[in-house]
């Protein structure tokens, strides 16, 4: 009897052993249900990224939010959100997806070579990406929409020269959809956006 349970012992070490020195960790599952959503840290629309946050959860993936600064990112109406990681810190590899919010303080947080690296990794990756409100101008100078359809805000009337001078096609409807670049073109277009992501990553 003591054979028996010495034997046994020993194949449930051995079985361990094994799983220990030789299984893969299943890190491709994870990934692909993390999305990284990127907000400015002063000023992020606060709709259009609940609606964009909630579209995500409740579709079972994984959102990692993501700023220019560490801490606590102020909404353009005063709420807070926690900031999960910082843009120049982010390792695109890691998650599926990457979209970035609007708001009055985007151009001023977002619109800077540190955001430009991160979308460059990320195109060139070719993962699903794309942006609400002021952010898709912040693609655009980044050059990940040169060739692409988009829209975006236009208050001021000046998108379509921000388009053109990167390059990009722009098309006067709510959101647009270029293959794996989501657009949208403000917060009344946020639940379509959200929407939209979840569509384009099944």
Request: net charge negative; hydrophobic share 40%; proline share 3%.
């Amino acid at each position: 009897m003591k054979k028996v349970i010495a034997a046994l012992a020993l194949l449930v070490l051995g079985c361990y052993a094994y799983v220990t020195l030789y299984a893969k960790p299943n890190t491709e599952v994870d990934m692909e249900k993390k999305v990284a959503v990127i907000i400015a840290s002063n000023g992020f629309q606060q709709h259009e990224y609940q609606a964009t946050r909630t579209a995500l959860e409740d579709n079972g993936y994984e959102v990692t939010v993501v700023s220019d600064n560490s801490g606590i990112a102020v909404g353009h109406a005063g709420a807070n959100v926690e900031v999960d990681a910082l843009i120049k810190d982010l390792q695109p590899s890691q998650y599926r997806a990457f979209y970035m919010i609007g708001g009055p303080g985007t151009l001023d947080c977002l619109d800077n070579t540190t955001t430009y690296k991160l979308l460059n990794e990320v195109f060139a990756l070719q993962k699903s990406y794309g942006a609400i409100c002021l952010a898709p101008r912040v693609l655009a100078h980044a050059q990940v929409l040169r060739g692409k359809k988009a829209t975006g805000w236009d208050g001021d009337g000046n998108l379509q020269d921000v388009f053109e001078k990167n390059q990009v096609i722009y098309v006067h409807e709510p959101v647009v959809i270029d293959g794996n670049i989501i657009t949208a073109d403000g917060p009344d277009s946020a639940d379509a956006f959200g929407a939209a992501i979840v569509k384009n990553l099944k």
